[in-house]
């Protein structure tokens, strides 16, 4: 009975490991769509790695449509209007529909793969089933009329799309390349295009097998035009370096809006202009720019006019602000050596050797000393003396003519006026009261 049970009990454990993977592999197929679109996903933005190994087992278990080295070309859909029949909701199912209709038309000769990216734009990868494995070996004459077919799929997804699902579609279709190597590459260089090429208008097809014209390459203006952003800034012109951004961006607006190169040339000089003055300040820029310093780092700079606008702006507010603190500091520094000054040398102290000992022009420190205390230094310098007769008055023995002499004046009449001004009695009668 013992053996008994012992069999009966090892066939149960194997039975449950059978009924386990089954589950695991229904599971499995159940998820596929979703497990395919992941890794769709990371190929084009590399978080997976496309070289040879966990791939490869990937490709098989997920039932990947597209074999290793194959020729391929990319698809971008970006869906552009609705007639009013669907919410910010129905998007995932409009996404669902659409890919559904691009299946069931490049399907017959074509094996699709999808996703839908960060930006909304959703991924398709087309491979020509009856093209052999290398491009090499593929004809012009079989490439043409391969470009030819895409472009009426295309429309014909179009027309769909507007007739069935009430939306306007815009789409994009790159040149060949070979699976998987090209992938991220072709990703970064066909979303290039469609914001070139096709920007905000809608329900566009654009080919890049046919080499579309961007017209003449024409370097930026503003940008360099002296006094430069970056030199205004340096020179704290605040409103003159907001009215510097706001051309640069202006001219961008209406000649470059739809180039990501000029956005990008626009983003890097602004962005180096702005590292280096931070960095003079001897601050760090992550310290100084927050969030938005990791918008520099993370390898996904400005897309648009719009996002550079805003970023700028934003950046150079903390920078302002972080000169600002760095004034202060300095300035309070000043101050205090200013008065430390005056303290220990009230009968000498002027307005020339207070400007020598902290090597500063004397009337630049006349203003700086104005606008961070409320009262100037002649004032500053009067009112130390004054507190320093009441002390001597008290506590030493010498003669009204002699303190006078002590706080560097050297008319006693002079000192004499001074006191009876600032306290209301003349040295001697301060000195009766007291009963000195």
């Known amino acids: 009975m013992s053996?008994?049970?012992?069999?009966?009990?090892?066939?149960?454990?194997e039975w449950q490991g059978i009924i386990s993977i089954q589950k695991i592999n229904y599971t499995l197929r159940e998820q596929l769509s979703k497990l395919r679109e992941y890794l769709l996903r990371d190929l084009i933005t590399g978080k997976q790695?496309?070289?040879?190994?966990?791939?490869?087992?990937?490709?098989?278990?997920?039932?990947?449509?597209?074999?290793?080295?194959t020729p391929y070309s990319m698809m971008l859909l970006r869906i552009?209007?609705?007639?009013?029949?669907?919410?910010?909701?129905?998007?995932?199912?409009?996404?669902?529909?659409?890919?559904?209709i691009a299946a069931e038309l490049f399907g017959p000769r074509m094996a699709l793969w999808h996703c839908t990216d960060m930006h909304g734009f959703i991924v398709c990868l087309l491979s020509d089933k009856s093209l052999p494995n290398t491009i090499e070996s593929t004809k012009i004459s079989e490439e043409e009329e391969l470009d030819v077919w895409i472009e009426t799929q295309a429309f014909q997804l179009q027309r769909a799309a507007k007739s069935y699902l009430k939306v306007g579609v815009s789409v994009l279709t790159s040149k060949r390349g070979q699976f998987p190597q090209d992938i991220r590459t072709m990703y970064q260089?066909?979303?290039?295009?469609?914001?070139?090429?096709?920007?905000?208008?809608?329900?566009?097809?654009?080919?890049?097998?046919?080499?579309?014209?961007?017209?003449?390459?024409q370097q930026?203006?503003?940008?360099?035009?002296?006094?430069?952003l970056g030199l205004l800034l340096e020179m704290g012109?605040?409103?003159?370096?907001?009215?510097?951004?706001?051309?640069?961006?202006?001219?961008?607006?209406e000649e470059w809006r739809d180039s990501q190169e000029h956005i990008l040339e626009a983003y890097f000089a602004i962005a180096s202009s702005i590292s280096s003055l931070i960095h003079r300040t001897k601050k760090w820029l992550a310290d100084t720019i927050g969030e938005d310093f990791y918008t520099v780092t993370s390898g996904q700079p400005m897309q648009t006019v719009d996002e550079l606008r805003n970023w700028s702006e934003r950046v150079i507010a903390s920078y302002r602000r972080s000169v600002s603190s760095v004034e202060k500091d300095s300035r309070n520094s000043i101050i205090r050596k200013v008065q430390d000054y005056i303290a220990q040398n009230p009968g000498t102290a002027s307005l020339q050797t207070i400007s020598s000992s902290v090597y500063l022009n004397p009337s630049y420190l006349s203003k700086i000393y104005k606008l961070e205390t409320g009262e100037g230094i002649s004032e500053y310098t009067l009112r130390v003396r004054m507190e320093k007769a009441i002390l001597l008055l008290e506590q030493s023995p010498e003669k009204i003519y002699e303190i006078s002499t002590l706080l560097g004046y050297q008319k006693p009449s002079y000192f004499i006026h001074l006191f009876r001004k600032h306290y209301g009695i003349?040295?001697?009668?301060?000195?009766?009261?007291l009963g000195l």
Do not use: C
């Open 3 to 13: 053996a008994v049970r012992k069999a009966l009990d090892e066939l149960e454990q």
């Open 49 to 69: 790695d496309p070289a040879i190994g966990p791939l490869s087992k990937k490709l098989q278990m997920y039932e990947v449509p597209i074999a290793r080295g």
């Open 80 to 100: 552009d209007t609705t007639e009013g029949e669907y919410d910010q909701s129905d998007e995932t199912l409009i996404e669902y529909a659409l890919t559904n």
């Open 189 to 217: 260089s066909s979303l290039a295009s469609f914001r070139h090429f096709i920007g905000r208008d809608t329900e566009l097809f654009i080919s890049l097998a046919k080499e579309p014209n961007r017209g003449e390459m």
């Open 220 to 228: 930026l203006n503003e940008l360099y035009l002296t006094p430069t």
């Open 237 to 253: 012109q605040w409103e003159a370096a907001n009215d510097k951004l706001a051309a640069i961006l202006k001219e961008l607006e």
């Open 426 to 433: 003349t040295p001697q009668e301060y000195r009766n009261k």
